[in-house]
């Protein structure tokens, strides 16, 4: 057997441009893959991010190493072979690992003529909604995404908070969505006293749980904040590989994975495993990312407590087919083969 392989960047615009404590989003620049046995084409994304070290032209510049290996092995079905030789060849740069793992999923799902979630054996009834994020803006605007959510039937939100007006913003939320689901995510804005005071008046407004409260880089001011907060404590910037995960038990309650940190589709299945041997609850969000790769996450919903898989959702236009998410509902069933990407 021999495989194709080629990538290609594309620029993704957002429908608003995003906000989170640490900067603005317009537009988001992927890196997509493309992995063909002659009959069967698979298709996968990278999401880089610059928190975690990453950026298109670090993708594109490690993919010919990495699709080297797929071209090398040359059989699809040898996920495990590939991954481990890929993360020997590349340790870093897991986005771009995990566009040729999500691409070489989709490929061989596609062959079996099965959507993913039932090659995994999974079940497609047993997923969460996802939640819909609205970004920090002036309190006004994010009252009218707020609204234009609710319209849009999404019944789980989750805020952006790590402002100086964090407690105006959350009651202006709970205002325009009196029986949505609400979710918090500081991204390290807090500092753990600060935390342990802002969750206490975010419980007032029926808030679910908070995330990544202060810096990964404080993991005691993390535990600090667990100990003492009225709410349950994602952890996300601390949550990143696999090997992350026993210590973030000791200091969340949420293990909150994505694709783009940990590098691969088996990683992610291990660390949802993993998790919940440690007695984790599992999320899995997602960065600014199309179809191309927010399709393979859909299929992991059935292993999920909470999903924040509305990368596609925020685009102001999705190139590639995906999972439908009517009002947040993750509908696998809708899926023939594959992730469903290259179906449109
Ligand atoms: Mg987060």
Redesign the pocket.
Known sequence: MSLDTEFERVSLSLEFPFTISRGTTEEAENVIVRVNDGNYEGIGGAAPSAHYGETVDTVEAVLPTLLAVVEDVGDPHQLARIERRMKERVNHNPAARCAISIALHDLVANRMGLPLYRYWGLDPEEVVATSYTIGIDDTDRMAEKTATACERGYSTLKVKLGTGRDEEIIETVREEAPDATIRV?A?EAWSPREAVRKIEALDEFGVEFV??PVPAENPEGMRFVRERAALPIAA?ESCVTLADIPHVAEIADIA?VKLMKCGSLREARAMFETARAHGLETML?CMTESNASIAAACHLAPLLDYADLDGSLLLAEDPYGGVAMPEGEIDLIGVSRGTGASVR
């Open positions: 995510d991204n995330e990544q996300d909150n969000g």
